[in-house]
């Protein structure tokens, strides 16, 4: 056990620092996770033997119903809504029109049985979210006529048709009697009933019940996002499309608190993503890839360039879309994870098949992620599909919280210098707003003509600010041990970057200069500026202003 949990802390510890550096990289930052993986794998550097598809299939899919569960939550459907019905359509007509256009390629090219054939092409019919979603957001792809969102749309919701697909052709494989109509009926209908009822009580409880717990909510959201998946699954549904659908009702709710669900579960999906990739890494064995590799090039360079277009364009054609969006819509059908998981568990039905489903699987993942991840913004920008007006991050939930309202107090003592004046009159920062006053037991909603007096406790709200890629704000308590008390600053080294912008002393704001003396009780707000920026990038007006209030 203890070397299990060595491996797997080394493994997301090595996963998370190289997060940053792969970022960087032109190519989609998760093959660095499966480049990873295969270091350690059987034929890597650590060597190790690991072929166990049972529990790989089962961490895998615990890892993407978070995945999806999070792809749906930050699906903002009002800046979907434009895009909504083309992204629907090929999430679900076009899985299968894809499927069938790869399963006769295939048929043909390689010579399979019909069956084998399509099942090949349903493995692989949908495109990846965590794949697109990572290149739109690392790439800041922001694209026109609301193609972001329809890209985001599709990717999510197409994995349960895929899957649904793959469930049906291992069935025929294994030479099971089945109602197709029956099946695919009962996967949709208990899969969708399941992930919006347990969305709506979610939701419900949420809003009507105190948890009496620290992050007592988040943990009830990890809970639903597990019972979406699981419950309908147990009733012959699909969990995958009961989890994102439970995703996007919550996410798309009025929820208090949804900052924390949001950082909570862009640090599980975080996890899991490295996870994922990770693992199927370390399950393939490298020298088994070149007897599956050519077969895998036919059937990506088939699929990116004549199926996914061809199923792309008879689409979406008719519903207004250019042939400039169609082809960006074209070349961002990126395999990923998914594939590889469905992939396993056609694997696991012990059918006999002519290739390794797995290798051949994985190899087109590679080939779809390499190119076609690393070629979109190329792709996106010679079509003229980008929009310098745009800010993809609109189109996730979770950019509504990096400009969420933060509420600072101001007590008005005694001599104060905003005492007997009229709000209309105070040198406020325009971002600033005077939202609440408290008078004694009196509670006033002030206006431009309301004169704030002493005892007042005055309620400002402002943009609440959040740590930025090359800029972080902490703080910093001094006692009366501290090596700096009794310092100035300019005795003081600070790390590299490093910047003591205000002090609080006694509480009062004082604004520092070189000659300023540290004393033990001050609580300095530090600024922390990133290794690649050499200027502060955001607004020290507003603190400015709010330390001369004082």
Not at 442 to 456: A, I, K, R
Request: hydrophobic fraction near 50%; aromatic fraction near 10%.
């Amino acid at each position: 056990m203890n070397g299990y949990l060595i491996l797997i802390g080394t493994v997301i510890a090595i996963c998370v620092l190289l997060n940053r550096f792969a970022q960087r990289l032109p190519i989609p930052s998760l093959l660095i996770f499966i480049a990873l993986g295969m270091c350690f794998g059987v034929n890597g550097i650590v060597g190790i033997p690991f072929d166990d598809y049972q529990i790989s299939e089962q961490i895998c899919s615990v890892c993407l119903l978070f995945v999806m569960f999070y792809g749906g939550f930050g699906t903002n459907l009002k800046a979907a809504r434009p895009a909504a019905a083309k992204a629907v359509v090929l999430s679900t007509v076009g899985v299968v029109a894809t499927a069938g256009l790869v399963g006769v390629f295939v048929h043909f090219a390689l010579k399979l049985e019909w069956l084998e054939s399509f099942l090949i092409g349903s493995v692989i019919a949908s495109t990846d979210a965590a794949s697109v979603f990572s290149v739109l957001k690392t790439q800041k792809l922001d694209l026109k006529d609301h193609t972001a969102s329809l890209l985001e749309i599709e990717s999510g919701s197409n994995d349960p048709f895929s899957y649904m697909l793959t469930v049906l052709f291992v069935s025929l494989l294994q030479g099971e009697s089945i109602s197709v109509p029956a099946l695919l009926a009962n996967q949709i209908l208990v899969g969708a009933a399941a992930g919006l009822l347990i969305g709506y009580a979610a939701v419900f409880f949420l809003k009507k019940c105190d948890f009496y717990m620290e992050q007592g909510k988040t943990i009830f959201v990890f809970a639903a996002a597990v019972l979406a998946y699981a419950l309908p699954s147990v009733f012959g549904g699909n969990g995958y499309l009961s989890v994102y659908l439970c995703g996007i009702y919550m996410g798309n709710a009025s929820l208090s608190d949804k900052r924390d669900l949001v950082h909570f579960f862009d640090a599980v999906t975080g996890i899991a993503q490295m996870m994922i990739f990770f693992l199927l890494g370390l399950l393939v064995t490298p020298s088994e890839l070149p007897e599956t590799f050519l077969p895998a090039l036919l059937i990506m360079l088939f699929l990116t360039f004549i199926a996914r277009p061809l199923a792309a364009g008879i689409l979406l054609a008719p519903m207004g879309s250019g042939l400039r969006q169609i082809g960006v819509v074209s070349w961002a059908g990126l395999r990923g994870v998914a594939s590889i998981v469905f992939a396993i568990y056609a694997v696991l039905g012990e059918i006999e098949l002519h290739y390794n489903l797995f290798n051949l699987v994985f190899c087109i993942v590679i080939l779809s992620l390499g190119i076609q991840g690393t070629l979109l913004p190329r792709v996106s920008s010679v079509l003229d599909m980008i929009d310098r007006n745009q800010d993809v991050r609109r189109t996730f939930n979770d950019y509504q919280e990096d400009n969420d309202v933060s509420f600072v107090k101001l007590h008005v003592s005694a001599g104060h210098r905003m005492a007997g004046k009229a709000l209309k009159e105070l040198p406020l920062a325009p971002d600033f707003l005077a939202a609440l006053l408290l008078r004694g037991k009196e509670t006033l909603v002030p206006n431009g003509e309301t004169v704030v007096e002493e005892g007042d406790l005055l309620i400002l709200a402002a943009e609440q600010f959040e740590d930025r890629e090359n800029l972080s704000m902490s703080e910093i308590c001094l006692d009366k041990n501290s090596k700096w008390a009794g310092k100035s600053l300019s005795e003081i080294r600070l790390p590299k970057g490093s910047l003591i912008v205000l002090i609080q002393r006694e509480g009062k704001t004082l604004i520092p200069g070189g000659s300023t003396v540290l004393q033990a009780g001050d609580c300095l707000a530090v600024a922390r500026l990133g290794a690649e920026t050499g200027e502060l990038h955001f607004g020290l007006n507003m603190m400015l202003c709010y330390c001369s209030l004082n």
